[in-house]
């Protein structure tokens, strides 16, 4: 029930955001996308923060071996990818004529989306024979 | 690598929340060991067997044939 609240405060919370973007001015496709994408990271953020609040309410461990081992993994796999992201954008920026601060923005939100990915592959699968 | 956690876990009545708490874990490493997704540091192991009174090697079952 109480994931149920928070999955519907998240999901109200993300479409007012959205609303109120978008009846407050005119935007493009870009535009909303970005907006999108940030609302999107605001609501992992919050949801995560309401996690570790109720860990620590139950006083359970925040951090153990496995959640340290999966950020470690997370941390360098999601690097090594993120290089090759790099070479694929510094490639393509000779093609695409994009203001420098754009490019670097979406650079960063390709890290973030190649973190998570990663991040999440690790906590479906795990890590077995290693 | 297989393990028997399910198994004593059941016989000595405990719960996943309740054997995380003994090896001061959180309950996800537990349910993550239980379905073979995670091998634990050696402390891991020697403490969850200290639980169950018995040694590592009776808990952890190590499968030669599948090693690297």
Redesign the interface.
Known sequence: MKKLIVAFALLAFLGIGFVVFKTTGHLSNMDTLSMVIFLLLVGVGIGWLIKKVT?VKKS??IE????K?ILEKTSSLSFYVSIYLWLVISILSDRIFLPLEQIVGYGLIGMAFIYFVIWSFYKV?????? | ?NNRIKELRAKFNLTQDDL??KV??????IV?LE???????LR?AYEIACVFSTSIEQVFLFDEK???
């Not at chain 1, 153990?64 to 959640?67: A, F, P, R, V, Y």
């Not at chain 1, 699968?125 to 290693?130: A, I, M, T, W």
């Not at chain 2, 001061?24 to 490493?29: I, L």
């Not at chain 2, 379905?35 to 540091?41: A, Q, R, T, V, W």
């Open positions: 860990t359970e461990k153990d071996e496995l959640s081992r699968k795990g890590f077995k024979d290693e | 690598m995380a708490k001061n874990v959180r309950r996800e490493t993550f379905k073979n997704k995670y091998n634990p540091s891991l599948n090693s690297t």
